[in-house]
């Protein structure tokens, strides 16, 4: 009997069972842990008796174990050996360690062997098989808005953004795919064991989640982890004071329960191997709980009891169960601390290319693909919603409902705010409710639907405003009849069932197709409510001002939502959204069709309520943002997160009023608004306010999400933009289009800032030509981009004719020797270049004596930087002669580059002729501590 080949040790093909196992004995000994299993199947087929199988059993040890079962199979001949192989094989779970084994022999089994069944007896196999089984089958598919709808994960899920930050919250990168999430990159803190992943309200995070499962599921996950345990965070905080369970309940009974296991094995197991146990817990935002846990004891035994909550905090925290791996997702804001976290992600939601993979995906037809394409190109404010896979997914469900009700995909008008997005995802689902045929234009216009849908809406609105009241997300039978729901409403597709009723006394549950949408309809409750007092409308503002401190002693161990103060834009997410929503509702543009649900004289008094407050806490607001004064940049306004909540707040309410009064208040001459979490549809919104602003302004925007829907947006205001910086945004050549249309029209731009981008050199092009006709332009900031040795020759070039540059960095480009070239003739007799970086450029000796040559005709140069390239000895003596000629440089840093002690003697030969450097920087080149003493006498020549 022949199976497999041994690759790695060049056996022939087809090697016998009895040669491999002899072959590879001692990783079998070492890697089979599970005997019984083997036993049975040998049994059961016929390979060995009951005698040979208790002999085996009397050995104590499990390696002794495998070594007698080689030996029998081996005496019992060839067949026997490959049927051994071959449970090993099939028992999939039971020998998970010896995957990479078969993988190094090719195994592929003989037709005689695959007739022969296995059946897997191992119970902790068992339970790993039914949690894939029960995972596949609740990760299959996205619930849509309405039970009907469910489209299979695979058919609509797409890759998104990934960023990874070190402990101090500075990005490193992004990652690719969701094995690198659970793997090794970007982590931080060896000793911690949560991957912490937070982002904005539906950006994905949930959705990434069942990808992981998914693919867990299907083996598709590259992990050795054979338990896999999903919860939501929400169910958390609905236990009551007094409940108490262990990490075993909480596993078995909250999540999968192992049949028929009386020896208690799966368990044990667990305990044994924790490493091989991933947990995801989503949504730790979503955890509200004012019960007072002090008194209780930390629980770190896995079967002690203690309140839920108290058992997830000992998970995360690694005191239960260490070694297990946690991923915990949350809203942006929600703090972890990081001896807690392992590695950090934010999620950034879709790139311009996810967008147009998921667009493909919903529009499958050629041309309704190339015309919503069109339309989203044209609108930049519904593209950048539709960077977050929520907002987006609202919109293609709209769209291919007029689609398929007006036989046109028509987007709403210019300037679409989330409320007018959620208004029109509430006409899809109020019209579903109308009877077939009442749906044409002709017949059923916006507000006819709201008016007959007015009673449903209401009910819903009432629910969700309970929900957010109480804190909840989930719902009972009951709270559902009392909002006055009935049986047929609950297809309308605002809620979801979470749990069926199951014929046992556990009635079903219901939440929130999504929490936006829960506060979108608590908003809606605050408007359409006749009985309150108006000012009711503004419980959530001021609700905001003030917060009990969290009494929950682990949560705050681990750091839980910023604290509030008494700022009213700093608050829970999904508050904020009910403000928002309010705004949006209460807004102008929506006056007609909410005065179909409410009375006039009502809907004015909530209005001028809701201005009045919002004027009043903008100029508060504005009041107490710090600001400090510069030398070169004015007065600078230091904007927080909270300032952008406020922002989207005055874009929802569309009021040129309240935005004029915000644009007046920053009454400053630089706006900083670095790492707010701007997204790109937040700048429709920074526009609406900016628009107002009457005098030129610096605008720093760097480290957001910004990308080239938000640049699009921010259009108009870039006509009075001094400082354009956008660094770190995921910024590519189509911005760099726009930006270049505007800032060469208005020529105010001074500093342009694109750090850290996707930029090419066609963006590079564009870029040299706003140097050139920008005449205010003094600093350029470019570094890590994707610029090569062409688009260095067109920045240069527009260096070169430029008058007011002093400031250029190229840091981590690719521009070479050509750009270096390019470089050192734009350098030649300029009059205002001060401070160049080439740094990191790949520039060799070539370069180095082009760049040495046009120092000698250089009387601007202050600092240069070079480090990190491939300058050697060769450019030495050049850069020495140009050395004895200049008289302007002070610094030039070579840190990192090749030259050796022969080098640095000639450059510092050069030094002695010239008084004006400071300082020549050779660290980390070929020079030997021993060497670096000949050069003490010139100290300017450093190495350190
Ligand atoms: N990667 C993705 N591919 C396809 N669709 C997605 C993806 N991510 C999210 N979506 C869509 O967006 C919706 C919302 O996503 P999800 O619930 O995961 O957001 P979230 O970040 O968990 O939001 P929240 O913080 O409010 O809980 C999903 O129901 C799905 O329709």
Redesign the pocket.
């Known amino acids: 009997m022949l199976i497999g080949q041994s690759s790695d040790q060049g056996s022939p093909v087809g090697e016998s069972a009895l040669k491999i196992l002899t072959l590879h004995r001692e990783v079998l000994v070492d890697q089979v842990k599970n005997t019984q299993c083997i036993l049975d199947n040998l049994l059961s087929s016929g390979f060995v008796c009951n005698e040979d199988v208790e002999i085996i059993q009397r050995c104590t040890t499990k390696t002794d174990q495998v070594r007698n079962i080689l030996e029998l199979v081996q005496s019992k001949g060839e067949e026997a050996s490959a049927y051994f192989i071959h449970i090993l094989h099939e028992a999939y779970d039971a020998f998970i360690d010896l995957r990479p084994w078969f993988k190094d022999i090719d195994y592929k089994p003989s037709e005689f062997v695959q007739q022969l069944p296995v059946v897997n007896t191992d119970p902790i196999s068992k339970y790993c098989e039914k949690l894939r089984h029960d995972l596949g089958r609740d990760t299959r598919f ?3 808005y309405s039970q009907r709808e469910e ?1 299979r994960l695979e058919e ?5 953004q990934m960023e990874i930050l070190n402990e101090s919250n500075e990005s490193q990168g992004y990652l690719e795919n969701l094995d690198d999430l659970i793997g090794e990159k970007g982590v931080f803190n060896q000793d911690a064991e949560t991957i912490f992943v937070t ?13 992981l499962q998914n693919l867990w599921s299907k083996r598709e996950l590259d992990t050795r982890a054979k338990f896999f345990f999903k919860f939501r965070c929400r169910m958390f905080s609905a236990f009551k004071e007094t409940d108490e369970i262990s990490l075993k309940d909480l596993i078995f009974k909250h999540n999968c329960y192992p049949d028929m296991d009386p020896d208690n094995e799966v368990f044990s197991y667990i305990l044994r191997f924790p490493e091989t146990v991933i947990f995801t817990f ?2 730790y ?2 955890i509200h709980s004012d019960f007072d846990l002090s008194n209780l004891p930390e629980v770190v035994s896995p079967e002690e009891r203690t309140h839920p909550l108290l058992v997830l905090m000992n998970l995360l925290c690694g005191k239960l169960l260490k070694g297990s791996l946690k991923v915990l ?3 942006t804001g929600t703090e972890v601390q990081n001896r807690v976290v392992r590695k950090r992600v934010i ?1 950034k939601g ?1 790139s311009p290319n ?1 967008l147009q993979r ?1 667009t493909a ?1 919903h529009f499958p037809d050629r041309e309704h693909l190339a015309l919503v394409t069109m339309q989203l190109d044209a609108s930049p404010h519904l593209g950048g919603l539709c960077s ?6 609202i919109i293609f469900k709209s769209f291919k409902h007029l689609q398929s009700v007006y036989s046109d995909i028509d987007l709403p008008g210019s300037c679409v705010t989330l409320t007018s997005v959620f208004l029109l995802l509430s006409e899809v689902f109020l019209s579903r409710s109308s009877p077939p045929g009442l749906l044409k234009r002709s017949t059923r216009c916006t507000a006819d639907t709201f008016r007959a849908g007015g009673q449903v809406l209401t009910a819903y609105a009432h629910l969700a405003l309970l929900g957010m009241v109480e804190n909840r997300f989930v719902f009972q039978q009951e709270d559902v009849t009392s909002c006055g729901l009935e049986e047929d409403d609950l297809q309308i597709g605002y809620i979801r069932t979470v749990s069926q009723y199951d014929g046992c006394g556990s009635a079903a549950t219901f939440e929130f ?4 949408l829960q506060s979108f309809l608590a908003a809606f409750a605050l408007v359409l409510d006749k009985d309150s007092d108006p000012s009711e409308i503004l419980k959530f503002f001021t609700q905001c001002e003030y917060r009990k401190r969290s009494r929950f002693p682990c949560a705050s161990c681990l750091g839980r939502s910023q604290p509030r103060d008494k700022d009213p834009f700093k608050t829970n ?2 508050l904020q959204f009910i403000n928002l929503f309010l705004c949006g509702l209460l807004s102008k543009p929506n006056r007609s069709l909410v005065e179909q649900l409410v009375p006039p004289l009502l809907l004015k008094k909530k209005q001028s309520l809701l201005k009045t407050y919002l004027s009043n806490s903008v100029k508060l607001h504005l009041r107490s943002l710090p600001r400090y004064k510069s030398e070169f940049e004015g007065t600078k306004v230091h904007a927080m997160s909270t300032f952008v909540w406020m922002v989207r707040c005055i874009f929802e309410t569309n009021s040129e009023d309240v935005a004029r009064l915000a644009a007046k208040g920053i009454s400053g001459d630089y706006l900083k608004m670095a790492f707010c979490n701007i997204f790109s549809a937040d700048c429709s919104a920074i526009n609406f306010v900016l628009h107002h602003y009457s005098k030129s302004l610096g605008v720093d925007m760097d480290n957001n999400n910004i990308s080239d829907y938000g640049v699009k947006q921010l259009r108009p205001s870039f006509s009075k933009m001094t400082v354009v910086r956008l660094c770190v945004n995921q910024i590519t050549d189509c911005s760099i289009e726009v930006l270049a249309e505007e800032l060469i029209r208005y020529k105010v731009v001074k500093t342009l800032g694109l750090y850290k981008n996707q930029i090419t050199d066609a963006g590079a092009k564009l870029i040299g030509q706003i140097i050139e006709e920008c005449p205010r332009i003094h600093t350029l900031k470019l570094g890590l981009n994707k610029i090569t040795s062409i688009g260095g020759q067109y920045l240069a070039s527009g260096i070169k004719k430029s008058k007011s540059i002093f400031d250029v960095g190229m840091w981590g480009n690719t521009i070479g020797d050509k750009g270096a070239e390019a470089f050192a003739e734009a350098m030649k007799n300029h009059t205002s270049l001060t401070n160049l970086s080439l740094s990191a450029n790949e520039i060799t000796s070539e370069g180095g004596r082009y760049i040495a040559e046009a120092l000698k005709n250089n009387s601007s140069l202050h600092i240069f930087w070079l480090i990190g390239n491939k300058i050697s000895d060769e450019a030495a003596s050049d850069l020495s002669e140009a050395i004895k000629m200049n008289r302007a440089l002070t610094h030039i840093m070579l840190i990192d580059n090749q030259f050796s002690v022969h080098g640095a003697k000639v450059l510092a030969e050069g030094m002695s002729h010239n008084t004006t450097l400071k300082e020549i920087n050779l660290k980390g080149n070929l020079v030997s501590e021993e060497e670096e003493k000949h050069f003490e006498a010139e100290p300017r020549l450093r190495f350190h």
């Open positions: 996205i619930t849509s489209t609509l899920y797409t890759d998104t982002g904005d309200a539906g950006v994905g995070k949930s959705i990434m989640l069942q990808k989503d949504g935002d979503e997702t949350a809203r999620l879709f996810h998921y995906l977050i896979p929520l907002f987006c997914w197709l999504h929490v936006t997410e999904h």
